[in-house]
């Protein structure tokens, strides 16, 4: 499926300058509200320990938000000598892997937090005299640094919710259960999305990130596609008719994954006096049958949809699916429409510490009927994280440039734990398909 260049076109959030800083403001706050939540809800022990080879330790974490904060804002938007210059290197992501982090002369817990403060209050102020206006730099064009900051931060406050999960100890944490399903009797296995073009991607949507952009257009033939993530009841029928033992369901690296690993089930899963518990930030419980499958790779969302005679569907595929509106022939910001995301609409932002069961949030779907397309688990699609055509990269390469290629795979859509100003329609996650600790689910779909 080739795309070509689209102007832009309504639906693209449009606010003044004024306007604009109002909402940097309130993104900055939040994500600054839940690291201090995510870090203080530990000991110093915790925050410096290395929970697992595959993240960093949370110190770390909190250290590089205020690192990355200082680069963008204070030195490029602002013109400020450097604070720390000395620990760049530390903080830089592409310099020390995960799992060499903790060996590295970190910053302890306290000065941690203290860098990390001083850093956001200058930032405060630069944000009040900031131009975010057309006419700037484009760093400053309609706060575009403030907003791809607080993105950072919530993406961060992501990973080290991760870290919580992979924890061992009691739960630190707590949150409110999210709603129930209303209607899922009634509502269909799956809706029909009807075929020809869209807009995919986005020129205008002021924070959106370099990989999202530009828009263009995408012909998709009609397809079919599950109405609701997949369910850890229907993934649990794929386990007990076999499916960890069958070779033919599994593309070849995924078996031989399944082989070396004894993978049997979901990470966190496991079974006692025949009863599927798991283990959950701290708590181990039974394992819902009516909640969105969570934490599982790839290949092992692949091999459910083989096995169910399906498939996972296109990220454009995908998309459509999530933001195209027979009605006007336009791409919402959405599945519900062009507002920001609320409490009624999806579940976000840690609110709460699960999926919520599938069929919930019908204030959410999208114009083809599909619900839960925003919040509640990423969801793998099958594309290979590709640029659009006519990307440019920006600000640094480093972002989506380098990742480019088969070996990652495209997420769609966010979790319970992304916050709401780093998801929307046109958001686009990837990682290796082999990836499991990450909150991600799956929906199925099949050609029409």
Not at 3 to 11: D, E, F, L, N
Not at 212 to 218: D, K, N, S, T
Request: aromatic fraction near 10%; proline fraction near 9%; charged fraction near 25%.
């Amino acid at each position: 499926m080739t795309g070509t260049p689209v102007p832009p076109g309504a639906g693209e959030l449009d606010l003044d300058p004024e306007a604009l800083r109002k909402r940097a403001l309130t993104a900055l706050l939040a994500a600054r509200a839940r690291t201090a939540l995510l870090t203080d809800s530990v000991d110093d022990h915790d925050l410096t320990a290395q929970h697992s080879p595959l993240m960093s330790p949370l110190v770390w974490d909190l250290a590089h938000i205020g690192n990355q904060e200082e680069l963008w804002l204070l030195r490029a938007v602002g013109g400020r000598a450097a604070l720390r210059p000395e620990i760049d290197g530390l903080y830089d992501a592409f310099e020390h892997p995960r799992a060499s982090r903790p060996s590295l002369p970190l910053l302890a817990p306290a000065e941690a937090r203290i860098y990390a403060a001083d850093v956001r209050g200058r930032a405060l102020d630069i944000l009040d005299t900031a131009p975010l206006h057309g006419g700037g730099r484009p760093l400053e064009q309609a706060g575009f640094a403030f907003g791809m900051v607080a993105q950072h931060e919530q993406q961060h406050d992501e990973t080290m919710l991760i870290t919580h999960q992979l924890r061992s100890g009691p739960a630190a944490l707590g949150a409110p259960e999210p709603p129930g399903a209303t209607d899922a009797v009634a509502l269909p296995a799956e809706v029909l999305v009807p075929g020809g073009p869209f807009t995919m991607g986005t020129s205008t949507e002021p924070w959106a990130l370099d990989n999202e952009r530009p828009a263009h257009r995408r012909e998709v033939a009609a397809f079919h596609i599950d109405s609701a993530p997949v369910t850890c009841g229907s993934y649990r029928r794929f386990i007990d008719d076999g499916g960890y033992t069958e070779a033919r369901w599994w593309a070849p690296e995924g078996w031989a994954m399944v082989r070396a690993h004894e993978l049997t089930a979901p990470l966190f899963w496991h079974k006692d006096a025949g009863q599927w518990l798991r283990r959950r930030f701290g708590v181990t419980e039974p394992v819902p049958d009516d909640e969105p499958v969570l934490h599982v790779s790839w290949y092992e969302a692949d091999a459910y949809a083989r096995w169910a005679g399906r498939r996972l569907p296109t990220e454009p595929e995908w998309e459509k699916a999530a933001r195209h509106d027979p009605a006007s022939g336009r791409s919402l910001r959405y599945p519900w429409g062009d507002e920001d995301p609320t409490p009624e609409r999806a579940n976000l932002g840690q609110r709460h510490l699960r999926p919520a069961a599938a069929g919930a949030y019908a204030a959410g779907r999208s114009p083809a009927g599909a619900g839960q397309l925003i919040g509640d688990v990423w969801e793998w699609t099958s594309s290979d994280f590709l640029p659009y055509p006519g990307f440019a990269a920006f600000p640094y390469r480093e972002y989506s440039e380098v990742f480019f290629g088969p070996e990652h795979k495209v997420l769609r859509g966010g979790s319970f734990a992304v916050g709401p100003v780093a998801c929307r329609g046109t958001f686009r996650n990837w990682d290796l398909p082999v990836r499991r600790q990450i909150f991600s689910g799956f929906r199925t779909a099949r050609s029409a």
